[in-house]
């Protein structure tokens, strides 16, 4: 079993609270947590809860030959598991310390105290004996695990029943449930184990301890006890030292808790015979709580439809009356259509810049030159060498923008009426581009040379 080690924040805070007489789940320090025992639809089957720690209990008969040294006994044997399910720090397929002290713990409890009438299994002496087989298998681990495992193997004891038998000569006739009624366990008391968990070599002591603090613990004392106040059997684990009066203190602790324990036993035990003989429904589904997530079944609501009509029309009448406004499809473009309130689609217009210009006309250009952008596109300011160029409406002149060098560009304006194209070849190396007028003066003199 490999646990994940606890931090020493985790550990200083646990001590802490104990010292201060606090439990994490609120208990006192020698209280129990809430326990629940649960029945199967068969005999010998049950489910003990001990706060969040659950074992599952079944019990199975069989008949086979008697040990040699005890020819007129039965033989009883117990099986505990753990398996990953309860605990990832488990191991499948190999028995831990843990696993075996357990184990030997239960057979002490249970087989040693001489609980059950071993005798009364015999069928013939010396060649058939009833074989009684426990098997508990952990399905969640919270700490204690030997208290809910022996409340969980005497309860499905208890609650078991074995086929009638009988002997005519060297012949056994077995009996199934419908011809004959199955035979209770001859059961003469009932061992309850009772932990107590020591901190600090003894100085404060917890009953029932939970998995965080049996990680804390300095040890650990099991006592079995029955309702009539006689040890069965105990145990200390640890390697610590305890005093006589602590141990008789654990004692009287011990035999309280088992007086409550063992009359809620009897009590589950006569409330399942009851319902079993009355008709009624039992099993494990039906002991889960209805109006839950995890629920089989839930009880159906009665509803009354009687006036369902006239309140239907209670309320159509008080209700207010519907809008006369029909929305009506608006149509953008052909193919296409809108209804509602919505955003007009401003695809394809113009902006305010680029109206203006088309309306102040021209099909001139201004090349700009001078400020570069950051994607490599260069343009000019507005103007030539007299000052920025007016247009006839005052209206700012469009941006031509170039990627390379020398490349011509093609500026595109979605209008109804599509005017001409305009282009214009710019290069990055040329300077600020000359009005028309000194164009034509150069000219001149060109022709005048």
């Not at 010292?19 to 089957?45: A, P, V």
């Not at 190999?94 to 249970?110: F, G, I, P, T």
């Not at 011809?179 to 404060?204: K, N, W």
């Not at 209670?314 to 009506?328: F, G, H, K, L, M």
Request: net charge negative.
């Amino acid at each position: 079993m490999k646990e994940t080690p606890l931090s020493n924040c985790e550990r200083r805070f646990l001590l802490r609270a104990i010292e201060e007489k606090k439990r994490l789940d609120g208990r006192q320090t020698y209280d129990y947590r809430n326990i629940r025992i649960s029945f199967g639809t068969d005999y010998g089957c049950c489910i003990v809860e001990l706060g969040k720690t659950r074992v599952l209990g079944q019990v199975s008969c069989e008949l086979v030959s008697p040990k040699l040294n005890r020819a007129t006994e039965g033989i009883l044997f117990f099986n505990l598991e753990l398996s990953q399910m309860a605990a990832p720090a488990f191991e499948p397929g190999r028995q831990s310390d843990l696993l075996v002290k357990l184990n030997r713990l239960m057979e002490r409890c249970l087989r040693n105290s001489k609980c059950i009438d071993t005798e009364s299994l015999c069928v013939v002496a010396g060649e058939k004996v009833w074989q009684i087989r426990v098997d508990l298998h952990l399905l969640n681990h919270d700490g204690n695990i030997i208290d809910a495992a022996s409340i969980a193997a005497i309860v499905a004891l208890c609650h078991f029943r074995r086929p009638d038998v009988s002997v005519q000569g060297d012949e056994v006739t077995l009996y199934t449930p419908e011809e004959r009624d199955p035979v209770p366990l001859s059961i003469h008391h009932m061992p309850i184990c009772v932990s107590f968990a020591f901190f600090q070599q003894g100085t404060y002591l917890l009953v029932d301890p939970n998995e965080r603090e049996e990680r804390v613990m300095d040890g650990l004392l099991v006592i079995a006890m029955n309702k009539h106040r006689e040890i069965c059997t105990i145990q200390s684990s640890g390697g610590i030292m305890l005093l006589k009066d602590q141990v008789l203190r654990c004692s009287k602790i011990a035999g309280v808790k088992v007086a409550e324990i063992t009359e809620l036993i009897l009590k589950a035990l006569e409330n399942d015979q009851k319902v079993r003989k009355e008709g009624g429904k039992f099993g494990f589904a039906e002991s889960i709580a209805n109006q839950r997530i995890t629920a089989f079944k839930m009880e159906k609501a009665p509803i009354d439809t009687s006036d369902v009509e006239e309140k239907a029309e209670e309320i159509i009448a008080e209700a207010e009356p519907p809008s006369e406004v029909v929305s009506t499809p608006v149509l953008w473009t052909p193919g296409t259509a809108q209804i509602g309130e919505g955003v007009e689609n401003s695809w394809g217009d113009l902006e305010d810049s680029e109206k203006e210009d088309d309306e102040g006309g021209g099909d001139q250009a201004i090349i700009l030159d001078g400020i570069k952008m950051d994607t490599g596109v260069e343009v000019s300011d507005i103007g030539s060498q007299g000052g920025p160029k007016h247009w006839k409406n005052g209206a700012d002149a469009p941006i031509i923008l170039s990627d390379s060098e020398e490349e011509e560009m093609i500026i595109l304006e979605p209008d109804k009426n599509p005017k001409k194209i305009r282009t214009q070849t710019t290069s990055a190396k040329q300077e600020k581009a000359p009005s028309k007028k000194p164009v034509k003066r150069r000219k001149k003199k060109r022709a005048a040379n």
